[in-house]
């Protein structure tokens, strides 16, 4: 045991290395019989809030964020990236402009002239922080933000169209109870679908294959099919980074049901510059998405955070980013 220390050195190690696994601090106190404060003590102790060093940026860069409600005063934090390595630099308790806006003016102005790119969702306060603190940098939107702008587009005509199916005939019910089982086969790309594999299907009569599905729950509204067929205009344009029909997809003026693609339409004519950037760039955000997760984990397994940083602590411990001394 180590002078000053009210728990041996065994104990202490195995607090550590359990700190990097998804597991309460409670939790873990009850399993090496101590008290929860004495594990806390231990985090704060032993794992020193990771410090950004203000002398390095990489070229490329991801911003994301996540919800953290239950660990900082504001309800929306902040994570980015090196969007090649995927390697995370660090994570803030706050996204709003004013607060990255001073976080990043602490890097030296050589540093920052150096970042070339910014991949990010479509939120405007990042595209404006990008524009005052890396005036180098091209924004790239996420492809896969703008897939799912496109869904929850497509999502509300369905529901629209649905709405209308049951309050119809008898046939147009049976349609409504069709659309609302195999729904998730209208959102994955036809391409996808699969061809070859017949089964039964409730309330459908006969083998049928995945394709032949969706033609069914197409056929009762010309509407839905003409929704469908816009969305996976989009999935195509989007996911294989088709350049040249876009323009097709963004000339779109919408009316009734079909209105709801009119809004991210606009915001896409908007951003075209940003969202023809990822033509050239392969970058994209899917490991922070893969990150959020991992922390929505880790606060669901702690039943939420009081404190910030031991929410930042044990999220760089399972991201590496953090050594654990014992």
Not at 100 to 115: A, D, N
Not at 216 to 229: F, G, N, R, T, V
Not at 232 to 240: D, N, P, S, T, V
Request: some cysteine; charged content about 25%.
């Amino acid at each position: 045991m180590k002078k000053g220390c009210n728990i041996s050195e065994n104990i202490r190690r195995k607090i550590l290395m359990e700190l990097t696994k998804n597991i309460s601090m409670k939790d873990l106190a009850q399993q090496v019989n101590v008290s929860p404060s004495t594990v806390v003590r231990v985090l704060d102790k032993d794992l020193p809030t990771p410090r950004k060093h203000k002398s390095y940026l990489p070229h490329h860069l991801s911003f994301d964020e996540f919800n953290a409600a239950n660990g900082s005063p504001n309800e929306m934090s902040f994570i980015f990236s090196d969007a090649k390595t995927h390697r995370p630099m660090d994570i803030l308790p706050d996204r709003k402009l004013q607060f990255l806006t001073h976080y990043f003016l602490q890097y030296p102005e050589s540093v920052r002239l150096q970042v070339k790119t910014v991949t990010m969702d479509i939120y405007s306060p990042y595209m404006i922080l990008v524009s005052k603190v890396f005036p180098n940098a091209k924004i790239i939107l996420d492809r896969f933000h703008i897939i799912q702008h496109c869904a929850r587009a497509f999502t509300k005509v369905r529901i629209e169209i649905m709405n209308q199916l049951n309050k119809g005939n008898s046939e147009d019910k049976k349609g409504y109870r069709r659309i609302k089982r195999y729904w998730k086969l209208l959102i994955k790309n036809r391409f996808e679908l699969k061809q070859s594999e017949y089964k039964n299907y409730s309330l459908f009569e006969g083998l049928l294959n995945q394709s032949q599905v969706v033609e069914q729950l197409l056929s009762y509204s010309d509407i839905l099919k003409k929704a469908y067929d816009i969305y996976q205009e989009g999935l195509f344009i989007f996911k294989r980074l088709s350049k040249y029909p876009l323009d097709h997809l963004l000339s779109y003026k919408l009316e009734g049901a079909l209105r709801h693609f009119n809004r991210p339409l606009k915001t896409f004519n908007k951003y075209k510059e940003f969202i023809l950037n990822a033509y050239s760039y392969s970058y994209n955000n899917g490991h922070l998405e893969a990150w959020n997760n991992q922390i929505k984990t880790i606060k669901k397994t702690a039943y939420g955070f009081r404190n910030f940083e031991h929410l930042k602590k044990r999220c760089f411990l399972k991201m590496n980013r953090l050594s654990v001394a014992v």
